[in-house]
Nanobody, 121 residues
Framework: QVQLVESGGGLVQAGGSLRLSCAASGVTGSRYFMGWFRQAPGKEREFVATIGWRGSTYYGDSVKGRSTISRDNAKNTVFLQMNSLKPEDTAVYYC???????????????WGQGTQVTVSS
């Protein structure tokens, strides 16, 4: 059974930073992408970033230049360092695992429960 557990969300002032973590268990093999999505109230789930098993990274336009995704393959953990946070970054952030590169929610098979990020102005 695959489980993804996110942590690191919280309340931060605009301009601040947060580091999200997601630990995966039960995923067979190592060749998979680990991604982050976010969903604000009333909006669709939005691609944030993804990283391949060899370290290739891809970012959504909304966070490009302000965020860094990384992973520790030995610990099956993915991280998202977010800097220069803005109120519009407020959302529930979800970790996801998929076998192929993609930018849509349907490209990912497994999902975490989400962690709330709130950025105050």
């Amino acid at each position: 059974q695959v489980q993804l557990v996110e942590s690191g969300g919280g309340l931060v002032q605009a301009g601040g930073s947060l580091r999200l973590s997601c630990a995966a268990s039960g995923v067979t093999g190592s060749r998979y992408f680990m991604g982050w999505f976010r969903q604000a109230p009333g909006k669709e789930r939005e691609f944030v970033a993804t990283i391949g098993w060899r370290g290739s990274t891809y970012y959504g336009d909304s966070v490009k230049g302000r965020s860094t995704i990384s992973r520790d393959n030995a610990k099956n953990t993915v991280f998202l360092q977010m800097n220069s946070l803005k109120p519009e970054d407020t959302a529930v952030y979800y970790c996801a695992v998929g076998r192929s590169l993609g930018w849509g929610p349907r490209d990912y098979e497994y999902w975490g429960q989400g962690t709330q990020v709130t950025v105050s102005s």
